[in-house]
């Protein structure tokens, strides 16, 4: 036992004086390179001196990065998350001038725009050096996973259960038709490892067995994050109508990903079912919209708007990865290449005039840095550690996809390119398990998937919510008016009021204090309200307002459907060329929802019993023979409401676990797969403990 204790310690020494020469030979070669870098005094110097210099400077450098980068990375957690890779280079070439300084000759000195590329080529060097040399060593590569863990269970902590742990990984907004084609086209080696038998791979030259089943499930009619993890989070995602909706009761524009929302929309799941959640005994939640419950938070935007404390950890797992200063290095100059690579790619569409297109310029090309670089990399540290912690359960939010395709396409070469990397991912979470203290199975699963298609407004020249205000008689923007769809709305109105067509005349105004309809767009889901009105309007009071209005957005060609209130049948469904077909009729005379696929119906039922459903539900134009719809957000990969691939989203579980659903039946709905995944976890001997007990072992 004392052998192999002294051998660790002689090879961690090893590797550590190897570091050490690569950095003194990195340092000596970039001095000769860079001309406001030396390593000399002005008057000059031996070769021998310039060496000690060089290796002074690199080991002092090392010392510290190792005693100060924790302390500056915990000043870094108040900065903004967009920026926090930016400085990873200045603080670290304050570190390399400052070990320059140290130096008792005097001898090494730089001009601080060089010290910040000195020091970030030196700790990705290093890096490299490091993880090279540690490749084939079992032993050097546990102490690097274990040092990803955030050492949350120090003092007394329980022994570690030998029942399974489970951890749920959510890659968003990767659809189940998406997942095949890029296991199909080798995109994703580990998912197709999984889901394929091998007759070479086995152990002893046997058949390899698949590991993993893969079963689509279809999402509800808002088809988002918000609705999706709620769902699947907490068992409840009611009163859900929208990405983004409008709440007459409280006056506020509810949004998904809005700290304050998030937090009221958790609030509202635990009160409904009385359970804090999924995650409720010994879970994690890493990079989420909603906690799950869990006791464990780091990422999760339903605690950000607390204050700080140790039940809120909302920026904690930043600590955790980049206390590393080699991680930070690493994924900071990822940041800058992803930065680089979009305003390459969205170059190259626009000088090929790449149709459909939106604008990728201003923030978008950090936005998307920040979504595949360093969310990525933090949120699969932090799962690192809590399966070395030996963590219950795991819930972890992957966005980088979803950020990418809603931009370039949902099949686009760029989105692809992302799925490379989240395969990877997957490897590193799968390779952790042979170091984890109890075993793991890996549960991979989608919130929704993205519909392609240009936008309502390049389509036709003006937003929904111009088209709204034309249907209302309002002002609307030039641009707007002149199109034939705002020529349509304006004659309609006219029509409908029995008043002459004026070319240049004044607008129609409704008499009376009467507020302007609040349009909101999800994807090609819409949303309009009367503000004015303190209930959910009907469709005959829609009409005596606005005679024109629902008949202009039912017979618009990039309208598929209207979902409106009615007093005489309850809830009704609009279509073109005055279709009118009563909820619970649908199933025989589906109407215009007979394009969406099976579930449409069931889908605007319950949107319909929502508390609050918009006045008019408006989901766009979709195609069934190419898949398109039409966002009424500036998206060519969208999701939100019905049509296409947006709704079908996957489930790929190990065969250890049972069937997610039964011989002949389907996935439908969010709630549906949260039971499906707390029958998994009491499989596994998971967190079920009712939340009464476990507020009571809290307390004690």
């Given at each position: 036992?004392?052998?192999?204790?002294?051998?660790?310690v002689a090879s961690q020494v090893g590797r550590s004086v190897?570091?050490?020469?690569?950095?003194?030979?990195?340092?000596?070669?970039?001095?000769?390179?860079?001309?406001?870098?030396?390593?000399?005094?002005p008057d000059g110097d031996s070769a021998t001196r310039i060496a000690v210099t060089a290796a002074f400077g690199a080991g002092a450098f090392?010392?510290?990065?190792?005693?100060?980068?924790p302390l500056l990375v915990r000043l870094m957690l108040l900065v903004p998350a967009l920026v926090l890779g930016l400085l990873v280079f200045f603080l670290n070439g304050a570190l390399l001038l400052l070990a320059l300084r140290l130096n008792p000759a005097e001898q090494g000195d730089a001009a601080p725009e060089t010290a910040v590329v000195v020091a970030a080529v030196m700790s990705a060097v290093a890096s490299a050096t490091g993880a090279t040399l540690a490749v084939r060593d079992d032993d050097a590569y546990r102490r690097r996973l274990y040092r990803l863990a955030d050492r949350r269970r120090r003092g007394g902590a329980p022994a570690c259960p030998a029942?399974?742990?489970?951890?749920?990984?959510?890659?968003?907004?990767?659809?189940?038709?998406?997942?095949?084609d890029a296991v199909r086209q080798g995109l994703m080696p580990t998912v197709a490892r999984w889901l394929s038998a091998d007759d070479s791979a086995g152990p002893g030259g046997g058949r390899r067995r698949p590991t993993h089943r893969l079963t689509p499930w279809r999402t509800d009619w808002s088809s988002q994050t918000g609705a999706s993890q709620l769902g699947i989070l907490h068992g409840s995602n009611h009163d859900v109508p929208a990405f983004r909706w409008y709440e007459k009761d409280r006056g506020e524009v509810m949004v998904c990903n809005r700290p304050t929302s998030a937090a009221e929309l958790q609030r509202r799941a635990v009160e409904a079912t009385g359970d804090g959640g999924l995650l409720g005994a010994d879970g994690a939640s890493r990079g989420n919209l909603f906690s799950g419950g869990a006791d464990e938070q780091a990422l999760v935007l339903s605690i950000a708007t607390r204050r700080r404390s140790r039940e809120n950890r909302s920026r904690a797992g930043y600590f955790a990865y980049f206390s590393d200063p080699a991680n930070a290095v690493r994924t900071a100059m990822s940041f800058v290449a992803e930065v680089g690579r979009e305003i390459g790619q969205s170059t190259r569409a626009r000088t090929r005039k790449v149709?459909?297109?939106v604008g990728r310029g201003g923030l978008y090309p950090f936005i998307r840095a920040f979504a595949t670089v360093v969310e990525r990399d933090v949120v699969v540290a932090a799962v690192t550690g809590d399966m070395l912690a030996g963590r219950t359960a795991v819930y972890a939010d992957l966005v980088a996809y979803d950020e990418v395709a809603h931009h370039s396409g949902p099949t686009s070469r760029d989105a692809l390119k992302v799925l490379e990397r989240l395969d990877r991912s997957l490897a590193l979470i799968e390779n952790v398990?042979?170091?984890?203290?109890?075993?793991?199975?890996?549960?991979?699963?989608?919130?929704?998937?993205?519909?392609?298609?240009?936008?309502?407004?390049?389509r036709y020249g003006l937003t929904l919510g111009d088209l709204v205000r034309a249907g209302c008689g309002l002002p609307v923007p030039r641009r707007a008016r002149r199109t034939h769809s705002g020529a349509e709305a304006r004659a309609a109105v006219r029509t409908a009021l029995h008043r002459p067509v004026e070319e240049g005349g004044e607008q129609y105004r409704p008499s009376g204090p009467r507020s302007e309809p609040i349009v909101l767009a999800s994807g090609n889901l819409g949303l309009v309200s009367f503000p004015d009105v303190p209930h959910r309007m009907?469709?005959?009071?829609?009409?005596?307002?606005?005679?024109?209005?629902?008949?202009?957005?039912?017979?618009?060609?990039?309208?598929?459907?209207l979902l409106v209130r009615s007093e005489e049948h309850g809830g009704v469904v609009l279509g073109p060329f005055g279709t009118e077909i009563p909820l619970d009729e649908l199933d025989d005379h589906p109407g215009p929802l007979a394009d969406f696929g099976p579930g449409a119906a069931d889908a605007v039922r319950r949107t319909h019993s929502f508390p609050h459903t918009a006045d008019i539900m408006v989901n766009s134009w979709y195609d069934p023979a190419d898949g398109e719809v039409l966002a009424f957000e500036e998206q060519i990969g969208s999701h939100?409401?019905?049509g296409g691939a947006q709704a079908k989203a996957f489930l790929l579980s190990p065969l250890a676990l049972s069937a997610p659903a039964e011989d002949g039946t389907h996935l439908a709905g969010a709630e549906h797969i949260h039971r499906v995944l707390r029958r998994w976890l009491r499989e596994t001997d998971g967190p079920q403990v009712p939340l009464a007990a476990r507020e009571d072992r809290r307390a004690a």
């Open positions: 036992m004392r052998g192999g204790r002294w051998r660790r190897a570091v050490w020469a690569v950095s003194t030979l990195t340092m000596l070669v970039l001095a000769g390179i860079l001309p406001d870098f030396r390593l000399q005094s090392g010392v510290l990065s190792a005693l100060f980068w029942s399974p742990g489970t951890v749920f990984i959510q890659l968003d907004g990767v659809g189940h038709d998406i997942l095949l149709r459909p297109r398990t042979e170091h984890a203290p109890r075993p793991y199975r890996i549960v991979v699963l989608s919130d929704h998937g993205q519909s392609p298609g240009e936008t309502f407004r390049t009907s469709k005959e009071e829609i009409d005596a307002r606005h005679p024109a209005l629902l008949t202009t957005l039912a017979n618009h060609p990039g309208i598929g459907f939100g409401g019905l």
